[in-house]
Structure formats: C-alpha cells, structure tokens
C-alpha cells in the first residue's frame, strides 16, 4: 500500500525536475546564440596491425600441453564427489599407467614416479603435496587440485574433474613454482625467471568449456612481489584431510 502511495509524487517530482531542465536548457540556447564548443575531440587511438603483408599462419605454435586431457585408469568417483577419492591413490594410479607423466628434466620423470608409488610404504619421501578442493567449473562441485613435487625445484600442477563415475585430469603443468594461489575461479601460477632477475612468470588457467580443459588464459611477466600470507578471512579452498 506504500508504494502507491508514494508512487505519484516521484512521478510528479520527476515531472518538475524535467521542466526545470528543459528550461534551463532552452534558455542557455537562446542566451548565448548556440553551441559553445570545447575544442577538438583528441582521435581515437585503435590498434594498428605491423607488417600486414605476412601470410596467415599455416602450423600450430609448440604445444603447451594446456589440451592434454586424459582419464585416470582405475579411479572410481561416487557421486561426482571428489571428497570420495585419496588424491594420492589418484597421483599413484596415473603413475602406474604412464611412468613419463610427471615431465621433469633428463629422465627424472621416472624418479618421480618411482616416489608416488612408494608412497605407501614410504610415505616421509613421498612427493605428493597436500591436495585441495575448489570449484573451477562453476558447476557448484569441486574439483581436486593436486600437486606433486620434482627434481630441480619444479612443481607439477594438476587438476581432476569428476565426472561419468570417474576422474578426468584436465590441467596439467610443470613450473619452477613461486607460489599457486585462487583468484575467485582462476588458478595463478607463479614460477621463477631464470632469464630474466627480477622478474616471475604469472599464467592465469580458467576453465575453457569448450576445451573442457583448464587452460591458461593469460600469461605474463611481472616483476617479483613479496611471497603472499594466507588469508584468515573470506572464501578459502578445502584442503583434503
């Protein structure tokens, strides 16, 4: 009952206000004999293409690996719950499968994998780091974000989606890492430039649905910050206890 109230006089009061403008307006016209102009209008800066007489591209760039998808042989997911899988036994399962897939420089692929499948029996030297659960899909499920330590302080980053009773990885990457942080969906990877002091390497992954990949999205080069402190506030992601 308010609203209609109260309803008629907003119309009436913005009615005023209209007036009052229009007049204003007309007696400024009249006043000064027409438009005063504030100068010329700077041009619009747009990009501009260099050396458009090169043709098209006809090979791929060297692949990223950002479209290595692949399902894990041998893991079965209840209920496309994460929470019902051992992230180790998901790290040993891909190990077994393939000895080579946790890339790392001169053969130390095989070291690695040696050290996952040992993890059981010898868990003080097992690689795997603690694994996380957060939502990167934005289908209200999490997803399993996995991490696996290798020679020559490098890092291997990886994520699993649950999905047709199993697990499918969908990212994939290998860094000299500085820091792996969540940015609301986005996964930000910092790793070390060896070329260049001073400086990090910042590659942004999202998920891609058309892909059905996390792929990195941005990737730049940014001076170096100070490590980040964890936050005791907001929006964290779920360790797996």
Do not use: K, N
Request: contains cysteine.
């Amino acid at each position: 009952m308010r609203s209609r109230a109260v309803r008629p006089f907003v119309q009436a009061l913005a009615s005023g206000v209209l007036a009052v403008a229009a007049g204003v307006a007309l007696a400024g016209c009249g006043a000064g004999g027409g438009l005063v102009s504030d100068g010329p209008t700077p041009a619009a800066a747009g990009p501009v293409r260099l050396w458009p007489e090169l043709p098209p591209a006809s090979d791929p760039p060297v692949d990223y690996g950002e479209t290595d998808t692949e399902r894990v042989p041998g893991i079965a997911v209840r209920d496309a719950d994460v929470r019902t899988v051992d992230p180790v036994a998901v790290l040993r399962a891909e190990a077994a499968a393939h000895s080579d897939t946790f890339a790392g420089p001169d053969g130390d692929h095989e070291e690695t994998a040696r050290a996952v499948l040992a993890c059981g029996s010898a868990p003080s030297a097992c690689p795997v780091l603690r694994a996380y659960r957060h939502d990167l899909t934005g289908d209200g499920r999490d997803e399993l974000i996995a991490g696996v330590r290798l020679p020559g302080q490098q890092v291997a980053v990886r994520v699993y989606l649950a999905e047709d009773g199993g697990l499918t990885r969908v990212m994939s990457a290998v860094e000299q890492v500085v820091s792996v942080e969540l940015a609301g969906r986005d996964l930000i990877v910092r790793a070390a430039s060896a070329g260049i002091p001073g400086y990090e390497y910042r590659t942004v992954w999202s998920w891609d649905a058309r892909q059905h990949a996390v792929l990195p999205a941005r990737d730049e080069i940014v001076p170096l910050r100070p490590r980040p402190v964890p936050s005791r506030s907001g929006a964290t992601p779920e360790p797996v206890s």
